[in-house]
């Protein structure tokens, strides 16, 4: 990388990615994602460009949408997740931390465009795409609330304001959704392809034209929505406006960089003085921090990423950039110092209910062993005792059958002495008879 130096916004490096269909990027904190050309997302280091990682799906396998490429890219900072859209109307859902896709679903029939959110602690997600339609989203997974066909052409581009939801169209129509009904204003000739919030007032809305215009808009709460200036630097389509500090940045498909403080241009930057970069001009442009000065980066269809740095406003702006940034130091340690303690209390809390769960596990313990020791001696007397009973139920059952036997032989005895009486008696009767016929 060839670093410059210098007061105004310049080019400070530029890292060859081999990626000429990388569309999309946004900063993550210290890392900057982009789209791939055939589907998949990858992680690049903020300072140097390197990839460092690439997003996977449930499985830990490389994440890729086949036949796909990334259209669309929103961070969204409090719920640490990024929302990726591509060309075949599909969307992700990426965990910042893990790299890891956690859902993904397909909300529109054509490429999506452009995604923006609310703020709040319930924030609703916006999606937009080539089916002219924009669709609502809330909760996780994701739950479609709404869906918006009032436009007669493809959705190119989302912003959410304090005022509304922004949208506009391929046919150059700015749709202002305050109520049900969206107020509707003829904004470009060739495309309203790109909104943002001005950086030192939220409500002056700025839009980038397939034309190459830049219109201001005025929509403060309660008021119609109202143009107020048009500004004209770039030669092609505005493709990206990004706000840097107290300035914004304007880029367009040609490669011309155009730095606005208020309406004023106060730098352009075209190609032919800055060396021939951006060949194929800027097609994604995202800020990417400060160190020193503001850096933010471009891509086009080069496959190239260029690093710009933007000087601070002041050396008054720095002094007070350091002053904030002492003082969020400052807020964090005691938010430090206050999880420590938290922490603390709560092993103390751990250890204590360590150690009463060891003397109940204990006492349990002396208790079974107890118990046990009990009914083994009562199941010992109760068995000594069962076996004294049968004993005693043995003699019994011993003499009684004994003494049957005796009465049954003396039954017995008489019986069969009578029956001999009675076959003697029988013998004396038959002579007596036959003594009788012979005579």
Known sequence: MNLQEGNETAL???????????????????????????????????????????????????????????????RHETSEVVWVGFNDGGMAVICAETYQCRHEWKPHTGTVHSITVSDGPDPTFYTSGEDRQIRSFTGFPPKCTATYTQHHAPVLSLLHTPTGLFSGSSDGYLYHWASSSPATHKAHANGCLILAAHPRNPLELWSGGGDGGICIWAHEGGKPLKMTKQLQQHPGPVTTLLQVANKMISMDKHGVVVVWDGYEAVQRISPEGAGGWQRHGISAGCLVGRVVSWRFWTTGGDGRIKVWGCPA?????????????????????TNL???????????????????????????????????????????KEASKHHLLELEKLRNMHFAHTKGLSSKHTKEVAAIRAEVASIEAAKIEMMERYEVCSAA
């Not at 103390?348 to 009463?356: C, Q, R, Y």
Request: aromatic share 4%; net charge negative; with cysteine.
């Open 337 to 379: 110092e206050t999880a420590v303690a938290a922490l603390q209390v709560r092993a103390d809390h751990v250890a204590e209910v360590t150690e009463s769960n060891a003397n109940i596990e204990a006492t349990m313990h002396s208790a079974i062993t107890s118990l046990k020791n009990v009914h083994e001696a009562q199941l």
């Open 12 to 74: 400070l490096a530029e890292v060859e990615t081999g990626e000429a269909g990388g569309k999309v990027m946004v900063w993550a904190k210290e890392e900057v994602w982009m789209g791939r050309k055939k589907g998949g997302v990858c992680i690049r280091d903020m300072c140097s460009g390197r990839e460092i990682a690439e997003v996977t799906d449930k499985s830990g396998e490389a994440f890729c949408r086949q036949n796909t490429h990334a259209t669309a890219m929103l």
């Open 313 to 333: 406003e002041s050396e008054a702006q720095m002094v007070s950039d350091l002053m904030t940034w002492n003082s969020e130091l400052q807020a964090a340690n």
